[in-house]
């Protein structure tokens, strides 16, 4: 058999190619030039790797020799292509690798540096592919930069994702860093984290850069439209090379292969891959006292709850129940509670497990306040500032908050002694670990010799430790590569809160709400921005937690709309559900919009526009013949939505208006969708034969809930099988495709047809599988 990679020698130096792409290369400078074959995409030119150590000069590529094996890692079979140069006059030696593989569509890159010189070399930056540089290079597209857009990715679950255009301006989100470079305000310069996009949208094609490996380095991806440059580079947070050392950037890839979707899907399978990621077999679902309590909660607010839940255990089919922020008497001093919870958290998880759900608990791990006992009494555990005093992390709770030192033997050991004790000894089987990024803060630690992200994971590693492999970790206001393989679910927004937009008391007065900006912080429209932009993530890295479902009536200024809209995106995004509620305060109307996203579906809708603007209006889960789409509208003002269809006819249902709208070819046209609202639309193919349209159990629509499906044509019958996913009540509705309707029966009893404008509709309330006919005239 030919093998899938071939390699050769051109005019300026070697090359690499599979079926789908050509990397060339430079031995006067090691740069790279990757080339989707299809199409001929040539986006960057003589990309350069270099080294910038934290004093002198940057360590630039000379002439280099090169080597190419056969090579194979976590991504599979390839062959590896590596330059070598030699600046004895540097007293080093520069390693650029590029790898291509026989079954994936990108390449594989990092860079690496060996000390041969006498002296200890502190590092500032590792840069893995940059474009131009040094006058050299280029970053070419069809469109003008003001055009292009670029998908930024924010550096923890917090922090804004988004596209951008190229002419508009970055947030300025960023790791708190030793910073190699001022922050980017200028309009079109941006900073994404890990991983970034650049889309041309004349030619349609797309780059994207992004790091497959997280286990040392912070990596970013520059991108400067106006001088058209890109830069993906890891921080090497000032780690001292001894003379023989070598350090490896994270590796990269670069793909300019495909569309934007699925260059971020394949990146996430990459990723996933390379760090081992954990995906749960079952997205949890659950219970969550935060949003409605907030710090104030107490004891029987939970106790209150948990009957409720236990009462109407067949409505709302979740498992955890999950006790948030307020349970404890300091930040750092979690092993004790304080007045509001007089039984103590032992008994509470028992009271919890009684009723037959998994008991969750909120903790900071990674945050120590500066009242708490445990900084009274290890304040050398703390990351610690130039000063030498401990470094701040956040402000929060009316207080400062430093961030734990991983690389601090006894503070590991305190971690997983901590979730050792809260597991095992208490009986939580599920932990949300919140404000993780403090043990990623820049600063100084116990070792001198180490890296932020190291710290980071070797911190959360202990976590691991005492929670055990067996149990469900959230991770929250973590990063988002470094994560990957110690947590089972990650947050991957900012927090949602029961208004839509965050206005002051001033704003809120104004006839009109002043319009949504990109750092906009704490609000249901910027927590739905994350869920659809980071759709990519889930279930690749995690099962994504879009946060809760708040859809009460009482203490919300969401409307209806807005609360359809959160229920939709969450919904769709297929992660992590929990309610955040007071749930016996909820009138039945807005209780039934919780089991509507019960079961969670088995994998993420697509935000099929996601590089066209910074919220994504059409979220699509494709199942070839049926469709289940979001349409939102994320204007302050009604507007008409259209949902463009596939070649053929479709039968098109939308769910919040429960109405079959007939059959549609082209486009399906929603006129005047209200300000923050949303369309949830189920597609079908039209065959010609009745068939479900969709139904009003679940926001699937039948994709759960009918579990089988088959029309006779000669006894003119339908036939379904209906799964009690969803709410108990439900209506299922047919399209007659201009046949009379005869009978129904539910479970071989009659049952009352209404018939509405083509379709037909039948209403049960279930909670075991039942069978449905409908006979035709
Ligand atoms: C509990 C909450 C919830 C929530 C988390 C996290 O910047 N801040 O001051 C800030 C405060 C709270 C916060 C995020 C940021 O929320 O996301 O789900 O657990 O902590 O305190």
């Known amino acids: 058999m030919a093998e899938a990679v071939s390699s050769g020698l051109g005019r300026n130096g070697p090359w690499l190619q599979n079926q789908w792409l050509r990397v060339e290369t430079r ?47 976590a991504l599979g079979k390839g062959r590896r292509l590596t330059l070598v140069s030699n600046l004895p006059r540097r007293g080093v ?23 041969g010189g006498g002296q200890p070399l502190a590092l500032a930056t590792l840069h893995v592919f940059t474009t131009p540089e040094e006058g050299r290079g280029r970053l070419h597209l069809a469109s003008a930069p003001a055009a292009w857009r670029v998908y930024r990715n924010g550096w923890q679950s917090w922090a804004p994702t988004m596209s951008f255009g190229g002419a508009e301006r970055d947030v300025q989100s960023r790791p708190p860093q030793l910073s190699p470079a001022p922050p980017q305000t200028e309009p079109g310069r941006f900073a994404s984290d890990d991983v970034g996009v650049l889309y041309d949208p004349e030619s349609r094609r797309s780059l994207l850069a992004g790091a497959v ?74 219970w969550c006292s935060w949003y409605y309590f907030f710090t104030g909660v107490t004891e029987e607010d939970i106790v209150r709850n948990l009957r409720f839940l236990e009462q109407h255990r067949r409505e709302l089919p979740i498992d955890i129940v999950q006790i948030d922020d307020g349970y404890q008497p300091d930040i750092g001093d979690w092993l004790r509670t304080n007045e509001k919870f007089p ?10 497990r009684k009723s037959g759900y998994t008991p969750g608990l909120w903790v900071a791990p990674f945050f120590f306040a500066e009242t708490s006992r445990s900084f009274a009494e290890h304040p050398e555990w703390m990351v610690r500032g130039d000063d030498g005093e401990p470094a701040l992390a956040m402000y929060g709770w009316e207080r400062r908050n430093f961030g ?31 404000f993780l990024f403090g043990a990623a803060i820049a600063g100084r630690r116990h070792d001198p010799n180490t890296t932020r992200v190291r710290a980071y994971r070797d911190a959360l590693t202990a976590v691991r430790e005492g929670v055990g492999a067996g149990r469900f970790i959230l991770g929250c206001g973590a990063l988002i590569a470094p994560s990957v393989g110690l947590v089972d679910g990650n947050r991957i927004g900012p927090d949602v ?50 946060d809760c479902l708040l859809v009460r009536t009482d203490r919300t200024r969401l409307t209806l709309d807005e609360t359809r809209t959160l229920a939709a995106a969450i919904g769709l995004s297929a992660g992590v559900m929990f309610s955040s509620d007071d749930l016996d305060k909820l009138s039945p109307e807005r209780f039934e919009l919780i089991p509507m996203l019960l079961p969670v579906l088995p994998r993420s809708a697509t935000p099929v526009d996601l590089m066209e603007r910074d919220m994504p209006e059409r979220y699509e889960l494709d199942e070839g013949d049926r469709r289940v789409v979001a349409l939102f509208n994320f204007d302050d003002d009604a507007k008409d939505l259209a949902l463009p269809l596939d070649d053929g006819r479709w039968h098109v249902f939308e769910l919040w208006e429960e109405r079959y709208r007939g059959v549609a070819e082209g486009a399906a046209e929603f006129a005047l969708t209200a300000p923050h609202g949303s369309r949830l639309v189920a597609l079908r193919r039209d065959t010609g034969a009745p068939c479900v349209v969709g139904t009003t159990a679940h926001i699937g629509m039948g994709l759960l809930d009918i579990t089988h499906e088959a029309y006779d044509s000669a006894m003119r019958t339908l036939r379904l099988m209906v799964a009690p996913a969803g709410r108990r009540a439900r209506r299922i509705y047919v399209a007659t495709t201009g046949l009379t309707v005869g ?35």
């Open 213 to 286: 490996t997280a286990r040392d380095f912070m990596t970013q991806v520059f991108v400067d439209a106006p001088s058209k440059a890109l830069n993906a580079r890891c921080l090497a947070d000032g780690l001292t090379l001894s003379p023989g050392e070598t350090l490896w950037s994270e590796r990269f890839t670069i793909d300019v292969t495909g569309a934007p979707n699925a260059q971020l899907e394949r990146y996430g399978d990459a990723l996933a891959r390379c760090m081992s990621a954990r995906v749960p077999a079952k997205t949890p679902a659950g």
């Open 404 to 434: 734990i030192d991983g690389s601090h033997p006894d503070a590991r050991a305190w971690l997983a002694r901590l979730f050792q004790e809260i597991c095992d000894g208490w009986g939580y089987g599920y932990v949300k670990i919140d």
């Open 27 to 73: 031995q006067d400078d090691a740069s790279i030039s990757p080339v989707a074959l299809a199409g001929a995409f040539r986006p960057t030119e003589r990309a350069l790797a270099y080294v910038a150590p934290l004093e002198g000069a940057p360590l630039h590529f000379e002439r280099a020799d090169y080597d190419i094996e056969p090579y194979e890692d």
């Open 743 to 777: 009978a129904a029966t539910i479970d071989g009893h009659t049952a009352e047809v209404r018939t509405v404008g083509g379709a037909c509709s039948v209403g049960m309330e279930i909670d075991a599988p039942c069978e449905v006919t409908i006979t035709f005239g």
């Open 93 to 115: 030696t520069l390693r650029r690798e590029v790898v291509v593989y026989d079954a994936h569509p990108f390449c594989v890159t990092r860079v690496g540096v060996t000390n």
């Open 497 to 546: 809160a029961p208004f839509w937009r965050n206005l002051t008391h001033e704003e809120r007065q104004q006839p009109r709400p002043r319009s949504r900006r990109p750092d906009d912080e704490l609000s249901a429209e910027v927590a739905i921005r994350n869920t659809l932009t980071r759709s990519w993530m889930d279930r690749r890295l995690w099962a994504n937690d879009p």
């Open 343 to 352: 039984h103590g958290m032992a008994w509470l998880a028992s009271e919890i």
